[in-house]
């Protein structure tokens, strides 16, 4: 495991999968929702939404097959036979393609340390419904705690987590999205922080930070003291290098 992921390995949870209706009127789908997802400390909430594809009905044999696959791979999954789950999800893929099927397949990809077919699972989640806050942050995590760490991709997921809850574009810089947040999304603010943190980038993860601790997040205090002082450091440190060189007889003088 990376120094990142050892790093903030007490943040991340075990993604949840969703699951599907009790009643195959509908399949249980990933839907965009202002209803907060909670990256790497308390994933993927379990709401009711609408089929991935708009024409599909519950007339559609393959429609109903492709759900009591994925009804059945959760139950799987809750008993705690990740491997069972895994097929009954793939069968579910198999035969319908949507992205609830896909982004369940992914969180039994994850529990079995598969993060390469976790990732690619999520991202085919995401290619059916861009707007999925639980599949970009799910993706967060793996990204993080894959053997082969990849936190810009991280960052980049959770802050298209951020953009998806408060409808904002994705270009706008830290500023703008972190003061455009709701206190519903304090959690997620706090786990981008931190990521950004472990990156170095003290600057944006003290905005991020700020804006968890005003919502409540009272552990962000601490974190706001302690990269404030490391930017104060680097600043300092910047400063006297600066005067070092600017000092008379310095050969850079």
């Not at 793996?142 to 997921?157: E, G, K, Q, T, W």
């Not at 709701?182 to 170095?200: H, M, Q, S, W, Y």
């Not at 003291?225 to 070092?244: D, M, P, T, W």
Request: aromatic share 4%; net charge positive.
């Amino acid at each position: 495991m990376s120094r990142l992921a050892r790093s903030l390995a007490r943040s991340l949870p075990r993604p949840s999968p969703l699951r599907a209706l009790a009643h195959p009127a509908a399949l249980r789908a990933l839907g965009p929702s202002k209803t907060p997802a909670r990256p790497l400390r308390s994933f993927v909430q379990r709401r009711w939404a609408t089929s991935t594809t708009p024409h599909s009905t519950a007339s559609d044999p393959a429609e109903v097959e492709a759900l009591q696959c994925l009804e059945q791979g959760t139950q799987k999954l809750e008993e705690g036979d990740v491997q069972g789950a895994k097929e009954l999800y793939k069968r579910s893929v198999d035969i319908k393609r949507n992205a609830s099927s896909l982004f369940n397949l992914g969180v039994t990809h994850y529990h079995l340390k598969e993060y390469d077919e976790a990732i690619a699972a999520w991202q085919d989640s995401i290619a059916l419904q861009p707007s999925s806050a639980d599949a970009h942050t799910n993706l967060a995590s793996a990204y993080i705690i894959s053997p082969v760490a990849r936190p810009d991709l991280a960052i980049h997921h959770l802050k298209s987590v951020l953009c998806v809850l408060v409808s904002l574009p994705a270009h706008l810089t830290p500023h703008s999205i972190a003061v455009s947040l709701a206190p519903e999304d304090a959690e997620i603010a706090f786990n981008l922080a931190a990521v950004l943190e472990a990156c170095g980038r003290l600057e944006e993860a003290l905005e991020y930070y700020k804006r968890s601790k005003e919502f409540g997040v009272d552990r962000a205090a601490m974190h706001i003291r302690n990269v404030s002082a490391k930017i104060l450091g680097q600043k300092l440190k910047a400063e006297e290098e600066a005067a070092k060189k600017a000092a008379p007889g310095s050969s850079e003088a």
